[in-house]
């Protein structure tokens, strides 16, 4: 990424002095200004020219115009290069000139925004380009931060404010940041304007969570961290203003040294294609030579005999000379072995392709009015090829929405509606909602469809509204009624959010707090309960309890946390009801939603007393506060009675599950890179059926060391390997040990495993002397969850996957974190959701919802890699056909470099006879119809082997197209040798042979593209048939009167055409010639259906046998989990908050957080292949039923 900063010595630490930019300046730091285009006015023609040509292709093309401007050795027009090769280098110019002018739009919009900077005391308006190091900024509510802030003071008490990050790690819940205490009173400009603190910090990094840095002012040291910090790319919410500090600038902030560099993205194909014609253009240069020698040869021992007739130019005085400009002369004429009409033909191709994903309805979204967009028009066939899917999370796989599903009380379930004959009713089986309209208080949104639970409450049961008092009561939630009853809940997890309104609606509805107490109106009655203590929720902990004295003065302890944690702190005399609930987790976990318990303890007032004396001691401590305090909410956290359970439901996107199961079952492995918790990220593994109870084992790595993390990922592999061995699997592992350095045994472990690794432990495990081993534990894992990974984590890790597996990867997210990782992958996919456009904006292809994925990859990706495959295919073959045929006639023509063909038909053969065919081919072609393409994944493995064109496939093509070139000249120059016309004269003469050998060529081609159209359309058959009729027209009018009457010097041949066509023996040779070419391929192939077909063969034989019937779909039925209960609302939680709340600080707040959330089938032929393949990346899998250990 260009920037708007010249190049600067790596900082050792960064300085900064407020309102001072004369100080600042001595330092060099970069401006505010940013810039992401390439290309300025003055540089836009040599540069992209200079990129241009760094195609192979498009020098060697150079190189040949050039030789064709030199008549001794020219046998052809120049203008049959120049032409095209202007009109390739122009489209490409227009497109990227267009391109990089969207990015100077971008970057003008982003660099000329306004901002309030305080200059000699007074608040002046100036861009963003021109806010330096040192400036005092003020923002507004909802404002962009211009750049790395220090947090002066703010509108809030103590300090506060309120922002939110989407921008920077995906996460749309609102998070706190507070200024030290000496700045948090500057709130007056005027006091501002005399701040005149140093700041001395680290020097620009991209690490998002981290900052440490010291303010010096009035001879006092200050210790700054990241809570003190406004990063750029956040948003001011819910705080009227606030006053800051600019640390870093420009490319200096963390959200710019997040940025990946855009990275040019070409496809294997065009990688493949420069190799070969590096090759081509070798055997042309042998070809060349082999002629040249020929003709010197030819002029030494026969040519000198003729010098009367066919002298030498005036500048050849030897054998030898005139060989070395035969050499030349031939290059150019066999030249069309790699014609630019290639390039050109496949950049109409993948814009072909491109309008398709375009249009394609099924991949509009009817809600967000979002159409899938190609967003680049030149990986599309790369689509087709993917082995490595990488997913952000949030907004990814999610919704970002949770719903209270269900509920256990005292032992019985709610939640399921049965009909009458008991059965559960499904989804859209289900009655009308459960009425609440008793409550005026109750969110209109909120649905459930269980009515005994509301009459349960209705009743009076005390276990429910025991249980309901409990949701009311025990969260951090804050609540906001901007009109009468109308209540707003900011939550700082969207789980716990939705356990307060299930309470609400029940007519537990918490209505407001302060410090000291909560209201909450029972059943239309208000209640004020006195809050005692927040025991706030940590990681480790894994639950939040509260303390509250209820009205009548009793003491009571409400707590929720994650079942595997609180089941073990109950009194003895739940058991019973214990193992009824524990039913019911595992019965609500086996459904994919997220679990947690609750419980309760009444406390006497002496007991109280005492313990919050402790409490308030350990609190106090100066040293190991953490543990006093564990230990002391340890004590009273316990014999506790239980309640009950619920069970949330994190939305996932409609056709998550399935749409990984069908990318599975075409052997792509997805990894999840998220910002979020480990238990939020493996919740929704278990939920979209990335992660399942039937894994062998799912290994957790949670090291904090080098050490730590290399003896996890040493014990997982090792465990992999002991698995293995345990079912006898030496074979495979002497068949893959074979395959390549990295390769290892773990590539053919038997079983299924997953990885789910933390951000700290992926840092070490990304570092050079161990990626080696992590990659190699992660590939051999069906599944892998990265978890608390930074923007930059995410884009090392599809680096490392690129780097050492050589496969195709893509990457999928929805928020401005997910751009390095969509820049680093081959594929960026860019999906248009809740968090703003950038990673749209970085993507290659754009939609709206997860599941139109499986539509691109196993639809579009796959057509379109078989359709560039075949076109390759087949363009090389008719090309290698065409040309060879010179090669052929050099030796019968004294190696003089004339040409078999009239200069016309060389310059329209590719231009206008086989142009369109081929297209219509590349454009239309399908194996099998889409249906069959989502129902049989298998066929999109092909593509990840690269088996319809690589080098073996290329050498097949020019081997067919050089023997149809010995055919097609040899039968006819053998026919000619004796034949006679009608009228018993000579029938062989060189515009006769010429004509017979082009209509054989044209026919043949023809046919051929017939036998490898796979879908036939009208269009295909126009352009077929039509391009024939073109050719016989185009052929007769050249031969015409009319011409030569215009023209006598380039038409000399009157009535040619009509008159070798009109001879029997003719149309004879160009049957022959036809049926001797074609024959063979029918043959073969005939027998390789029949004897080893394809997996495309098979289905379409199917779809043949099956014609008349209708498509059976299929339904994916959720499969039932046991023994892997996980908690939802204690792992998206935050410590820390229980403490502001009962510190009052945010109690003028009108809102605070949000938090985010948030079959193997198998095909023998494509197995034994994949065997086979030296860099494969992929791994068997198996299943076995284990826990998930960590």
């Known amino acids: 990424m260009a920037l708007c900063a010249k190049k600067r010595p790596p900082e050792e630490e960064r300085r900064a002095r407020a309102n001072d930019r004369e100080y600042n300046e001595r330092f060099q730091y970069a401006s505010n200004c940013i810039k992401t285009s390439k290309y300025n006015i003055l540089t836009f023609l040599p540069v992209n020219l200079f990129e241009q040509f760094q195609e192979v292709a498009n020098t060697y093309f150079l190189f040949l115009l050039i030789l064709q401007l030199i008549p001794q050795i020219s046998s052809l027009s120049w203008f049959t290069t120049i032409v095209p090769l202007v009109l390739v280098l122009t489209i490409t110019a227009v497109k990227d000139a267009t391109d990089d002018y969207f990015r100077h739009k971008s970057d003008n919009q982003v660099n000329n925004r306004q901002s309030q900077v305080l200059i000699n005391g007074i608040l002046q308006q100036e861009q963003w380009m021109n806010v330096c190091v040192g400036d005092i900024i003020k923002l507004e509510n909802n404002q962009f931060v211009a750049a790395d802030l220090l947090l002066l003071s703010s509108s809030e008490p103590h300090g506060l404010c309120y922002i939110e990050t989407a921008e920077l790690d995906g996460e749309t819940n609102m998070k706190v940041r507070q200024a030290i205490p000496v700045t948090s009173e500057l709130g007056d400009i005027s006091k501002l304007a005399k701040f005149d603190g140093e700041v001395i910090c680290e020097p620009p990094n991209n690490k998002l969570d981290k900052f440490s840095g010291t303010l010096y002012w009035k001879e006092n040291k200050f210790p700054l961290s990241n809570q003190n910090m406004l990063l750029r790319g956040c948003v001011l919410r819910n705080t009227e203003w606030c006053f800051g500090l600019v640390i870093f600038a420009g490319p200096d902030t963390k959200l710019m040294q997040n940025s990946g560099r855009t990275k040019f993205k070409r496809t ?59 050499f030349w002369s031939y290059i150019i004429i066999l030249n069309t072995v790699v014609p630019i009409s290639l390039y050109v033909s496949v950049e109409v191709i993948r814009l072909g392709h491109s309008y398709f994903i375009n249009w394609d309805k099924k991949m509009f979204c009817m809600k967000k009015r979002t159409p899938a967009e190609a967003r680049t028009t030149t990986l599309n066939e790369e689509l087709g090829q993917v082995e490595y899917i990488f997913s952000d999370k949030t907004g990814t796989l999610t919704q970002n929405i949770m719903v209270f599903n269900k509920c256990s009380i005292n032992g019985r379930s709610y939640g399921d509606v049965f009909d009458v004959l008991g059965h559960k009713a499904e989804l859209g089986e289900r009655p009308e909602p459960v009425n609440f309209s008793f409550n005026p208080l109750a969110d209109k949104k909120f649905l459930f469809w269980d009515p005994t639970l509301l009459e349960a409450v209705k009743m009076g049961d005390p276990h429910t509204h025991e249980f309901f008092r409990l949701l009311s009561l025990c969260h951090t939630v804050m609540s906001e009624e901007k009109n009468e009853g109308e209540l707003y809940y900011k939550a700082q997890s969207p789980d716990e959010g939705a356990l307060v309104t299930a309470a609400r609606n029940f007519g537990f509805v918490f209505r407001s707090r302060t410090p000291k107490t909560i209201t909450v109106h029972e059943m239309g009655t208000a209640i004020t309960y006195q809050l005692l203590a927040i025991l706030d929720f940590n990681n480790i902990r894994k639950r939040m309890s509260v303390i509250v004295r209820n009205p009548e003065g009793k003491i009571r302890l409400y707590c929720k946390g994650a079942d595997t944690i609180l089941l073990d702190r109950l009194h003895h005399s739940t058991q019973e009801l214990l193992n009824t609930t524990a039913d019911h987790l595992n019965e609500y976990a086996g459904e994919g939603l997220r679990t947690l318990v609750l419980a309760y303890k009444d406390l006497d007032e002496d007991y109280y007393e005492e313990w919050a004396e402790r409490r308030l001691q350990a609190s106090l401590a100066q040293d190991s506060r953490e543990d006093r305090l564990a230990s002391i909410y340890e004590e009273v956290e316990s014999d506790m009675m239980l309640l009950g359970a619920t069970a949330i439901e994190d939305k996932l996107q409609q056709g998550v599950p399935e749409t990984i199961a069908l990318l599975t079952l075409a052997n792509i492995k997805i990894w999840v890179l998220t910002g979020d918790k480990q238990e939020t990220a493996v919740n ?14 799912v290994f957790i790595v949670t090291g904090h060391t080098v050490l730590e993390v290399r003896e996890e990922l040493r014990k997982a592999r090792e465990k992999m390997m002991d698995s293995s061995r345990t079912v006898g699997n030496g074979f495979t592992y002497q068949e893959k040990l074979s395959s390549s350095k990295l390769t290892s045994v773990l590539e053919a472990v038997a079983g299924e495993y997953a990885l789910v690794i933390n951000g ?120 290698f056909a065409f040309t060879m045929v010179h090669f052929w006639f050099g030796f019968f023509c004294g190696f003089s470099a004339q040409t078999v063909y009239d200069q016309y038909f060389i310059t329209l053969y590719n231009i206008v006879y086989t142009s369109l065919p081929v297209l219509a081919m590349g454009v239309f072609d399908q194996d099998v119809p889409e249906q069959r393409s989502m129902e049989y994944p298998k066929l999109y493995e092909p593509g990840q082997l690269n ?13 067919q ?3 149809t070139s010995v055919l097609m000249f040899f039968i006819p120059y053998g026919v000619f040798a004796e034949a006679t016309r009608d009228d018993g004269t000579q029938l062989a003469d060189y515009q006769s042979f010429a004509v017979t050998v082009a209509t054989s060529l044209v026919i043949v081609v023809s046919v051929q593209i017939g036998l490898d159209t796979g879908y036939w359309t009208a269009i295909n058959h126009f352009f077929i048939w039509g391009s024939l009729a073109v050719y016989f027209a185009i052929l007769f009018a050249m031969h015409s009167n009319g011409l030569f009457d215009m023209f006598p010097n380039q038409f000399r041949f009157v009535g040619n055409a009509q008159n070798t066509l009109a001879q029997p023996t003719v149309w004879l040779t160009i049957v022959l010639t036809t049926v001797v070419c074609i024959m063979p391929v029918v043959a073969f192939r005939f027998l390789k259906l029949n004897l080893k077909p394809d997996l495309s063969d098979t289905v379409r034989y199917t779809q043949l046998v099956r014609k008349k019937q209708k498509a059976q779909h299929r339904c994916m039925r959720r499969v039932g989990r046991t023994g892997s209960r996980r908690s939802g609302y204690a792992f998206s939680h935050q410590e820390g908050f229980g403490e502001l709340i009962m510190s009052g600080k945010n109690m003028r707040l009108s809102s605070l957080a949000l938090s985010g959330f948030t079959t193997r089938s198998s095909s023998s032929w494509i197995e034994s292949l994949r065997r086979k393949k030296s860099d494969s990346a992929s791994s068997p899998s198996g299943g076995a039923d284990k826990p998930l250990k960590g």
């Open 268 to 326: 294997s194909i065009d990688r493949l294609m420069n190799t070969l014609v590096l090759w081509i253009f070798g055997f042309l240069v042998c070809m060349g030579v082999i002629l040249a020698i020929g003709n010197a040869i030819w002029e030494h021992e026969v040519g000198t005999r003729f010098q009367v007739y066919l002298p030498w130019d005036e500048a050849v005085d030897s054998a030898f000379f005139s060989g070395f400009l035969s």
């Open 684 to 697: 929704i593994g278990y939920s979209c059926k990335m992660l399942t109870d039937d894994m062998t084992e």
């Open 760 to 879: 700290h432990s992926l840092a070490h495990a990304l570092e050079a002397d161990m990626e080696l081993e992590f990659l190699e534990t992660a590939c051999a894992c069906k599944a892998v969850i990265c978890c608390r990974v930074t923007p930059l984590q995410k884009a090392q890790v599809v680096e490392l996957v690129k780097k050492y597996k050589k496969a195709v990867t893509l990457a999928i997210g929805d928020g401005a974190n997910d751009v390095s990782m969509i820049k680093t992958a081959h594929i960026g996919v860019g999906i248009s959701g809740q968090e703003g456009i950038q990673a749209v904006l970085a993507s290659d292809y754009s939609f709206s919802q997860f599941k139109f994925l499986q539509r691109l990859l196993l639809v579009h990706g796959r057509w379109s890699y078989l359709r560039m495959c075949k076109f390759l295919c087949y363009f090389f073959y008719k090309n």
């Open 947 to 959: 088996l319809l064109f690589n080098k073996r496939e290329f050498f097949i093509c020019i081997a």
């Open 961 to 963: 197209g050089i023997y």
